[in-house]
């Protein structure tokens, strides 16, 4: 099973292989946006991503060029968790 690492909340995760990023986030109980329903149209889910994951999509590089989202950045509704990751986003804190 892959393990996220959530940072800065200091969140670490077992997810099972194959999990949408953005579903894995929400159960560890972090914030994040989602106006499109999952739908990469408003890439809102932008979040910075350390590890082996799928290329970029067509259609997740021009959903972000469109929406002004920082190149770097990768939309968690297009990823599927495979292999180890850490994650990050500024607006998450650190854990108490």
Not at 9 to 35: E, F
Not at 46 to 67: A, F, L, M
């Amino acid at each position: 099973m892959p393990t996220l690492r959530l940072n800065p909340s200091g969140i670490v995760l077992d997810v099972p292989k194959g999990t949408l990023l953005i579903d894995a986030i929400r159960s560890a109980g972090l914030p994040i946006a989602r106006a499109c329903g999952d739908d990469l149209i408003c890439a809102r889910c932008g979040v910075h991503v350390e590890g082996r994951v799928t290329r970029e999509s067509t259609i997740e590089r021009d959903t972000k060029q469109r929406n002004r989202v920082p190149a770097e950045l990768r939309l968690a509704c297009a990823l599927r968790v495979n292999h180890d990751l850490v994650v990050s986003a500024d607006y998450w804190g650190s854990k108490t």
